[in-house]
């Protein structure tokens, strides 16, 4: 049975206080909640990865980095490696957000690269993709789609995917008040799914979690988790509220 995730991205928000405050009004409202095959996952900034740890030691509450680079050490300043992350207790990373290909210019080549390193310290990847706006609109979105999952993916291995949660991110949806359809989420998870079971076999594509990525919001939470092949949501602004992530987390 796959497991349901809801996973809150808080990108390059809220300073050592203001985690300190989320982190403990989460930990209030999700005692409340009956999280029997739901994970739930937060992302800090580098800054408070390690003090979030220590927060939410002991509770359902597990702790991710929003990136992580290729390399076990060297000059590569501002960057971060697997041997540190795993110091301060952190195996999860996020791989190729949208973000990070947009502003950071990271490509399908140097995303397979970060995922070997992932597996290859017994981590775990949020590993991202989706179309911009121009490639929907040209009806391009699954041939866009289908070449970053081969470009980044298709040399792991079957097993490879126990470490590995895909996140599809319409990116004409994030942070624009746009939000796909839930037959649009739909038809692209389907695709996904279909696209790894031709490459790696049906059980590797029915166990593999997919989420959805694109302005989830406690109002469409609901129904686009009701689809069959959503199984959960990579969340952004709203995982930012106590209230509203709460909200997402219970209608999964």
């Not at 076990?72 to 791989?95: F, N, P």
């Not at 298709?154 to 037959?183: C, M, N, Q, R």
């Not at 930012?240 to 999964?252: G, N, P």
Request: hydrophobic share 40%; net charge neutral; with cysteine.
């Amino acid at each position: 049975m796959r497991k349901k995730i809801v996973a809150g991205n808080w990108k390059m928000n809220n300073d050592k206080a203001e985690t300190s405050a989320l982190i403990k009004g989460l930990k209030r409202s999700i005692k409340k909640l009956p999280l029997k095959n739901t994970r739930v996952i937060i992302a800090p900034s580098y800054l408070s990865l390690s003090s979030a740890v220590k927060k939410t030691k002991d509770t359902p509450i597990e702790v991710a980095a929003q990136n992580m680079h290729q390399a076990k050490s060297g000059a590569y300043t501002g960057e971060i490696s697997a041997d540190m992350l795993k110091s301060i207790g952190v195996k999860t990373v996020i791989i190729g957000h949208s973000e990070r290909r947009e502003y950071f210019c990271e490509t399908d080549e140097l995303l397979a690269a970060k995922l070997d390193a992932v597996l290859a310290n017994d981590m775990e990847a949020i590993f991202c993709f989706g179309e911009k706006l121009e490639e929907r609109k040209k009806e391009d979105h699954l041939l866009e789609v289908g070449s970053q999952l081969k470009n980044s993916l298709f040399h792991l291995k079957p097993a490879d995917f126990k470490s590995i949660i895909l996140a599809y991110e319409p990116v004409w949806a994030i942070g624009t008040g746009e939000t796909a359809s839930p037959e649009q989420a739909q038809e692209m998870h389907a695709f996904v799914r279909t696209v790894i079971g031709k490459k790696f076999g049906l059980e590797v594509a029915d166990s593999v979690s997919i989420l959805y990525g694109g302005s989830v919001k406690p109002a469409n939470a609901e129904e686009i988790f009701s689809k069959p092949d959503v199984d959960g949501g990579l969340i952004g602004g709203a995982a930012l509220q106590v209230e509203d992530f709460t909200a997402i987390i219970k209608a999964i």
